[in-house]
Nanobody, 124 residues
Framework: QVQLVESGGGLVQAGGSLRLSCAASGSTFGTTIKGWFRQAPGQGREFVAAIRWRPGDTYVVDSVKGRFTISRDNTKTTVYLQMNNLNPEDTAVYYC?????????????????WGQGTQVTVSS
């Protein structure tokens, strides 16, 4: 089992920045990909970004490309989502996720473990 705990969400004005963190514990040696999804009220869970643990390839959805960056720390147990130039459309609950298997990384169905989520609210 893998436990994921997110932090760093909050309220920010449009144009501002936030950095989300996701600390992983448990049987993390088997995880191959860690990522972030978000879910706005009344919407489905949307892929935001992912990082392949080896060799570190990253993937980012087009709507946030150039504004959001996913990264990891040197111990490879924490993943970050740096979010710059935020706009109200980025308002959502952001979930950290991880998986040990293969398949598409862009669907929430492809992931095995989830954090509890952290709220990001961007005011106009």
């Amino acid at each position: 089992q893998v436990q994921l705990v997110e932090s760093g969400g909050g309220l920010v004005q449009a144009g501002g920045s936030l950095r989300l963190s996701c600390a992983a514990s448990g049987s993390t040696f088997g995880t191959t990909i860690k990522g972030w999804f978000r879910q706005a009220p009344g919407q489905g869970r949307e892929f935001v970004a992912a990082i392949r643990w080896r060799p570190g390839d990253t993937y980012v959805v087009d709507s946030v490309k150039g504004r959001f960056t996913i990264s990891r720390d040197n111990t490879k147990t924490t993943v970050y989502l740096q979010m710059n130039n935020l706009n109200p459309e980025d308002t959502a609950v952001y979930y950290c996720t991880a998986r040990s298997g293969s398949g598409t990384i862009f669907s929430f169905r492809g992931y095995d473990w989830w954090g509890q989520g952290t709220q990001v609210t961007v005011s106009s």
